[in-house]
């Protein structure tokens, strides 16, 4: 689905057209699952987070700002269900096994867990680096690392129907885009 097919289905469901809505879900749901998929979600988990985007883009229909971007919306509601989901789990962990709560501390030396969290804290600051960098990108290359990342990678018929790339073009557009990444990454001592 190219933007202007999302952009007039997308004026006209939010104008009440079924049809268009039911096209909208039909077009645009194999790139919400694979941004879904690319969370390792459970099933369930992942069936409310699809729901949940769709959900969102339901209420929101009338008031998106750019109709032709609606599969950018939907990735990037979708992710960010994705993590919500994800937060809430690593918070909360349930067990009914009685001997996990008497077990004894795990953890190592005071030595190692300082190296560790030495380690975690270097790992940290060059993922923020790396996103940094990455939101300094064009939208354009945003939306399309954000939907190759995907696992498994949407096809490219799909990824040029969700954000209107020539399939074609998708493969140089993406090593282009690599590449002012890495370029920036080097340029600030990131790599």
Same mark, same amino acid.
């Given at each position: 689905?190219?933007?202007?097919?999302?952009?007039?289905?997308?004026?006209?469901?939010?104008?009440?057209? &079924?049809?268009?809505?039911? &096209?909208? @879900?039909? /077009? $645009? %749901?194999?790139?919400?699952? %694979?941004?879904?998929?690319?969370?390792?979600?459970?099933?369930?988990?992942?069936?409310? @987070?699809?729901?949940?985007?769709?959900?969102?883009? &339901?209420?929101?229909? /009338?008031?998106?700002?750019?109709?032709?971007?609606?599969?950018?919306?939907?990735? %990037? +509601?979708?992710?960010?269900?994705?993590?919500?989901?994800?937060?809430?789990?690593?918070?909360?962990?349930? +067990?009914?096994?009685?001997?996990?709560?008497?077990?004894? %501390?795990?953890? /190592?030396?005071?030595? !190692?867990?300082? $190296?560790?969290?030495?380690?975690?804290?270097? !790992?940290?600051?060059?993922?923020?680096? $790396?996103?940094?960098?990455?939101?300094?990108?064009?939208?354009?290359?945003?939306?399309?690392?954000? @939907?190759?990342?995907? +696992?498994?990678?949407?096809?490219?018929?799909? @990824?040029?129907?969700?954000?209107?790339?020539?399939?074609?073009?998708? /493969?140089?557009?993406?090593?282009?885009? $690599?590449?002012?990444?890495?370029?920036?990454?080097?340029?600030?001592?990131?790599?």
């Amino acid at each position: 689905m190219d933007r202007t097919d999302a952009g007039a289905l997308v004026q006209a469901a939010a104008g009440g057209d &079924a049809a268009a809505w039911k &096209a909208l @879900v039909e /077009g $645009l %749901s194999p790139l919400v699952w %694979s941004v879904v998929r690319a969370h390792r979600l459970s099933e369930a988990d992942a069936h409310e @987070v699809y729901q949940t985007a769709w959900f969102r883009f &339901a209420q929101h229909l /009338g008031r998106i700002r750019e109709p032709g971007k609606a599969g950018a919306w939907l990735a %990037s +509601t979708a992710r960010h269900e994705c993590l919500k989901v994800i937060r809430s789990a690593q918070r909360l962990t349930l +067990t009914d096994d009685p001997r996990l709560l008497d077990r004894a %501390s795990e953890d /190592g030396t005071p030595e !190692q867990s300082l $190296l560790d969290s030495e380690e975690a804290a270097a !790992q940290s600051e060059r993922v923020r680096r $790396l996103w940094q960098e990455f939101e300094e990108l064009g939208e354009r290359c945003r939306q399309l690392l954000r @939907v190759l990342m995907a +696992t498994p990678p949407p096809s490219y018929h799909d @990824v040029s129907a969700a954000l209107g790339i020539a399939v074609g073009s998708i /493969g140089p557009l993406r090593q282009r885009c $690599l590449r002012r990444l890495r370029a920036r990454l080097e340029a600030r001592g990131a790599m």
